[in-house]
């Protein structure tokens, strides 16, 4: 759905109940639509899945139904414009999302959810329209499986679902550019650390201090 020339959401739901709207790229050229994606009146069940939304110049996504309706809404991908999800639903679950690049407020109405990372998705060239996914992104194998389509270890985030597959192995390089940056050139701690790779990067845990004898 590219650049609609009207005010108001590029896609519009209205009184629908149930709807499965996946795998859609909604932008870029947003500049009158506010919203990528908003639905109001529902009588609910609606899912929003893998969807790329880019250069919202409102919100990304908004839900504003009645608190007794459901809106699903994971594995999508909000990346640049103003916004990213507002929400005045009370049974609204949404996790599993990116949303990046973003030059107001993240969330309204409602909080980062599980599997939300706020990191670059790294689409191939969303400047010239390209919205897959980059072999290194972190968006592949990221999302949590709805239903759709998918290859290697889990769904991808976004509206294409790409061939890679999650690294499972990494470069121990990384891990001496980690220490330097996070913890001090000289490379030493007070106390023991368990470093572990989240895919995202690396991280680290504070051990308790602990002593052995040995003979």
Known sequence: IYGPKAWGAAVAVNSASNLSFHNNV?????????EGIDETSSAGGNKYYNNTIVGASDY??????PSSATT??????IQGG?????CTNTNFVHSSNILYGLTGAMYYGTSVG?????INPQLVNPAG??????????????GTNVGLPYSGLAPDMGAYESSYSNRVGFDMSTMQDWVTNNLGSNNSVARPFAFYYTG??????IL???SFTYS
């Open 26 to 34: 909604i932008g870029p050229n947003l500049t009158w639509a506010t």
């Open 60 to 65: 990304g996504f908004v839900t504003r139904v």
């Open 72 to 77: 699903e809404f994971k594995n999508n991908i």
């Open 82 to 86: 103003l916004n990213g999800i507002y």
């Open 114 to 118: 599980t599997n939300e990372p706020p």
């Open 129 to 142: 329209g390209d919205y897959h996914l980059q072999a290194s992104s972190a968006a592949v194998d990221r």
């Open 200 to 205: 995202y990067g690396w991280s680290y845990n």
């Open 208 to 210: 308790p201090s602990w």
